[in-house]
């Protein structure tokens, strides 16, 4: 008897009530009994749980590892760039990349004692000897 994985389980649970199938009320499960009762079905051919794409580690007849060579076949090369990168998220790295450099740049030269530009009390900047 299968199981089933449904993006709207809900949904396929009311067509297999509407096709005549007692789902979730408690009939008695002969071969499916790991399935969730509110996810099991019963019709005069068999029985069917479903799960929504949330419960897939709680199936027992299909693997993660079944499941990933499907969905992510070793054939296929990801994305150099995820799409998401592209947008207001690869802006926002960008900027704390380059606030990375300025505050490296400020700390280094902060310890290598770097001359630093006297500043009077009125903002303007004084002179050395030797400048």
Sequence with gaps: ???????????????????????????QQKILKKCPADRFCSLPTGEICVYGIKQIPQMTQITRQELAQVVCPKG???????????????????????????VGTTWQKLRTGAPRPHVNADGQREKREGE
């Design 76 to 102: 296929e090369k990801a994305a150099v760039i995820s799409p998401a990168l592209a947008g207001v998220d690869g802006l926002m790295l960008g900027a704390l990349f380059l606030a990375g450099l300025a």
């Design 1 to 27: 008897m299968p199981e089933q994985i449904s993006k709207y389980p809900e949904v396929t649970l009311e067509v297999l009530k509407g096709a005549g199938a007692v789902c979730g009320q408690g009939a």
